[in-house]
């Protein structure tokens, strides 16, 4: 992983600009709209509280077993669903281990003060950090997320 860098711009792929049209499959009679991205965890109320203090977003679903966070200015959000037979990813790749499936791309506009927002959380900073600018985390499931500056 290059903390979700694009090859082409040296830009976090979150923020990277697509201009090329979408491919034309003709008329278009079904609007898809992203609405959060699903983490896996042993316990998904505990994580769900973790990205809550990390990112200030309010939980709008707790049940046993799914919790779901979305941003108060709208858009897509996170939610976490407890999967009994979890196993915390390894990152970077290492051997036979479980790797990572996604990472989350957060910017931020202080990495000391995003970094010690996120320890503070339950975060741990990862043994490998990549790039100047950004800075890789681990929630406490083990899923890595990346605090990044404006420009990175």
Do not use: N
Not at 15 to 32: L, N, S
Not at 58 to 74: H, I, N, Q, S, V
């Amino acid at each position: 992983m290059a903390a979700g860098r694009s090859e082409t711009s040296g830009r976090p792929a979150a923020i990277r600009p697509d201009v090329r049209p979408p491919p034309d499959r003709g008329k278009i009679e079904t609007v898809m709209t992203l609405t959060a991205t699903v983490l896996d965890a042993p316990d998904a109320q505990s994580l769900a509280r973790f990205y809550r203090d990390l990112l200030g977003w309010p939980l709008r679903d707790d049940e046993p077993g799914w919790a779901t966070l979305r941003p108060t200015d709208g858009g897509a959000g996170l939610s976490f669903q407890t999967e009994p037979d979890y196993r915390r990813p390894t990152w970077p790749a290492s051997g036979d281990d479980q790797r990572m499936m996604a990472h989350l791309d957060i910017k931020v506009d202080d990495l000391e003060a995003a970094g010690a927002r996120a320890v503070a959380a339950g975060a741990t900073l990862a043994d490998f950090q990549p790039q100047d600018g950004v800075r890789v985390y681990l929630d406490p499931a083990g899923h890595p997320f990346c605090l990044f500056l404006e420009g990175w």
